[in-house]
């Protein structure tokens, strides 16, 4: 190639005409897909947002839950003769619940049910937290629904963090 034909423009050095028709330009090339359009972003942020706040929610509820409901299942313990194990029974009541619940989450992103098992230990860890927290409480209606109250907020409040965890198949 003559050096003169070099400093065209590839489509001179083709024979090309330099003008193109609207309608022979290439077309524009996509986004690449790691641009996230401005819309999604907000969507995004909200629901780490709301994620947020919901798992803040459930820590302060299980606070609560830790304070009241975890010395009714010990001193329950200790009256049943458990003595240095009483403080075992709250930890097993409550581990089974939360055990159930990530099972529960593990399934629901794999696109399968909850399972029998999953919910017989969930049922039975809440029933067992709220026996031992009514049977630890003032014999009276209002001293019982109150002492009832913690292991329910805590279940109720837990899973619906994993229901929203399940629902965006996040792992944070």
Known sequence: MAPAQMALPMERRNGASPHRQADELPAPEPAPPSIVPPSS???????????SVTTLAVVLVAAVAA??????????AVLAGE???SWL??????GLAVAASMTMLVRRRAGVPAGGLAWVALLGGLGASLAANVAAADPTVAG?????????????????????????????
Do not use: C, F, I, T
């Open 41 to 51: 972003l907000v969507e995004v942020d909200a629901g780490r947002w709301v994620r």
């Open 67 to 76: 304070v009241a409901s975890y010395e009714h299942m010990r001193a329950l």
């Open 83 to 85: 003595g240095w194990r």
């Open 89 to 94: 029974l709250p930890v097993s009541v409550d």
């Open 144 to 172: 019982r629904l109150v002492a009832a109250w913690p292991p329910v907020a805590l279940l109720l409040a837990y899973e619906l963090l994993l229901q929203q965890l399940a629902r965006d198949g996040s792992n944070r």
